[in-house]
């Protein structure tokens, strides 16, 4: 099924554009948008828009600008954690960029369709796809810039290039704008495809988006009605269930399971590079390829995780001295070697047993240390052991960290091996990543209750989510999982948010909303599991929003800079 719209996909981009105007793509007019297969090819053209590196392509990435993750260099969120970003600095520049070119794309696709001879219906939903497309894309700039120029399909790149100087638009007119596109949307898209269409928008990702609009900007009412909607299948049957495996959510064993509301298709192997790069930028030298880790969990993340009977992780417990020693750190954890010949190790058994008995979603989430991951190593798959130790190579059996590091890595979205052959490029990891799962929007139904009142039903949602990784439920006469008021059950989302999330990239847009973000990250120094110091993070006020880009601001004057960054 998934094969068959990638093939799709691989029309579009290797055949059905013309590169006739710059610098956005275009399809050529006198020879496209005449069929609907035609129709079809633009509107996932307009999909294949989303792996851009610098629009969701690595929106998993957002997550080492927060408490549970780092990262280094462009590619891992590098300049957002030193804090020395500028309004000419790549990232904020192409981010802006990408967006407005996805945009564009769709208003492309939209004013093209609306004028072809096909079929009303189909025709609505093709429109649909896009329109929910381009407020995703509106979405993304609103949250990360504010108030952005807006440009609908009216707007004809090939007539209009040098006329796109808008000022920018309000909060309320783009956020205005974006609930207009959900809801054409969620009017005009079918609950469900035939099983060949598997992977596009649908009615229920369409709601789901929408209430995440409206819990972003606490309108908790109209939150709660949508993501009620397709939690409890108010109007439709939307067929969406928590997957039993987490761990399988994040290869191929259940990417396309039930609990998916909207991923971003991905495929691999010979002849389908169109896979996402979390093996190139998740995996470590010793995972297929030989890879960079440029984003790796916090030491933070990893302690946030609980004990299997619900109370807080505390290193005392089983190494007194752990939290305020480096000298205790490293001596329940390091090992010295000489060319893999191990010359003393920590209590490994002791280790596992300490691990073990944590929330089940750190390991399946996570590789801790003396734990194995199934890696690469001489072209032929090969068990590998993340062992803290200097000198660790993969021809030992080492798992490498690029960076020389003694850190978490990450298991989520990192392939093992070769994927049984189905991984023959560490760009092009064939995952498909969840934008919109059906856990993410539990978790926010239970935000949405908790800020409209309704405890008993905010921590019922909250439950369910730890159901699935058999955790135990908040009020099960635990001492530490009481709740009895609205600020304790924020602290509970708070965190069940970030370990049942974690490495999916929302955490940061999370902070911000909740304006947790220089709490959470400034001047904070990242450590290692040894406690050496790694990273500084930079965060300055003015970081809550982006700067409009200067070369943008040069092309058009009518765009007015945001404050902090005149």
Known sequence: MKKILILILTLVVSSCYDLDTKPYDQVSTSSFWKTEAHALQGVLGVYANMKNANLLGLYNMNDNGTDIAIGYDAQGFGDIIGGAFTNRTGIIVNTWRSNFDGIQKANTAIRNISGMAIGEDVKKVFIAECRFLRGLFYFNLLNLYGGVPLYDETVDLNADFNKLLSPRSTDEQVRAFI????????????????????????????????????????????????????????????????????????????????????????????????????????????????????GMPSTTLADMYENKDGTPFNWETHFPGYTTSNDVKKKAM??????????????????????????????????????????????????????????????????????????????????????????????????????????????MLAEAYNEAGQLD?????????????????????????????????????????????????????????????????????????????????????????????????????????????E
């Not at 390091?334 to 003393?344: P, R």
């Not at 001492?479 to 370990?499: D, F, N, Q």
Request: hydrophobic residues 40%; positive net charge.
């Open 457 to 565: 039903k905010s921590i019922a949602e909250l439950n369910k989510v730890r159901a699935r990784s058999k955790m135990p439920a908040l009020n099960s006469g635990i001492p530490a999982l009481a709740v009895s008021g609205k600020a304790e059950m924020t602290r509970r989302i708070i965190h069940e948010r970030a370990v049942e999330l974690a490495g999916e990239g929302h955490r940061y847009f999370d902070l911000k909303r909740w304006g947790l973000l220089k709490q959470y990250t400034a001047g904070v120094i990242e450590k290692s599991i040894v406690g050496d110091n790694l990273l500084t993070r930079g965060f300055q006020d003015r970081h809550v929003i982006w700067p409009i880009p200067g070369q943008e601001i040069e092309i058009n004057p009518a765009l007015k800079q945001n404050p902090g960054w």
């Open 334 to 443: 390091i090992a010295t070697h000489t060319s893999g010949t191990y010359t003393s190790v920590p209590d490994t058994a002791k280790l596992g047993a300490i691990y073990r008995n944590r929330d089940p979603r750190m390991m399946q989430s996570l590789v801790v240390p003396y734990s194995w991951q199934l890696g690469w190593n001489a072209n032929a798959p090969r068990n590998m052991q993340l062992v803290l130790a200097t000198g660790v190579n993969e021809n030992f059996g080492q798992i490498r960290n690029n960076r020389s590091w003694m850190t978490y890595v990450w298991r989520k979205f990192v392939p093992e091996a070769d994927l049984g052959g189905q991984l023959f490029d560490r760009a092009h990891t064939p995952f498909n990543f969840p934008l919109i799962r059906l856990a993410d929007v539990m978790l």
């Open 179 to 294: 609930t207009a596109d959900l809801t054409y949307a969620i009017d005009n898209l079918p609950v469900t495809y035939a099983a060949v269409h598997k992977g596009r928008i649908t009615k229920g990702a369409a709601t789901a988006m929408r209430g995440k609009l409206y819990l972003f900007n606490k309108e908790w009412t109209k939150a709660i009605t949508d993501f009620e909607e397709v939690v409890y299948n108010k109007t439709n049957a939307y067929g969406y269930a928590l997957y039993p495996n987490y761990a399988g959510l994040f290869n191929l064993t259940g990417d396309e399971s039930s609990e998916m509301i909207f991923a971003i298709q991905n495929k691999g192997g010979v002849g389908f590079p169109y896979g996402m790069p979390f093996a190139f930028y998740l995996g470590t030298r010793s995972t297929f390829g030989s890879c960079w880790n440029n």
